[in-house]
């Protein structure tokens, strides 16, 4: 079964919007700038539903704090990436990486949300953390960052690169 099939999209490049200056919205985040993507062994694919708790992976899946209730997951790493524009372009600015465990099957999963929360605020706050993330898993994000924007590759830090490398 391809759950990713058909779920290919896009980064969100920065708005246009300015910035709140106080009264109604302030101190809202803005989310314009920031994707997600899910990784597993196999690949790597943009999935905005993330951005709600609702990408394939987890969609029809119950979530516990426990990882023992998901003894037969299928380990899959939610990626945060924000994207900025930079003096050469757009770039990744920060990207950080959250495990999940899914059993389809068994339509049980194991993430810890505050995880994920913090980890979107960590790529918003121009961070790379990508611990934990095992070869396979880190070369099919950087292939998929490197094909979706070969420039938003190029204009990236550094860091990013020797992360992923």
Known sequence: MDIFKG???GFNIISNKNQVHGGYGAGMIDLSNVSSIIVDEESAVIDLGALHAKSAVEKGVKFSINKEDVPNGKRYWLVWVAVDIG?????????????????KEA????KI????????????????????MNEKEKKNLRELLMTHNENMWKNSPDELKEKLA
């Open 107 to 110: 339509r049980r999963g194991w």
């Open 113 to 132: 949300l505050a995880d994920h929360v913090n980890k979107m605020d960590y790529a918003m706050k121009r961070r790379y953390i990508l611990d934990g």
């Open 7 to 9: 779920k290919q999209g």
């Open 87 to 103: 003096d050469n372009g757009p770039y990744y600015a920060g990207v950080t990486a959250c495990e999940m465990l899914i059993d």
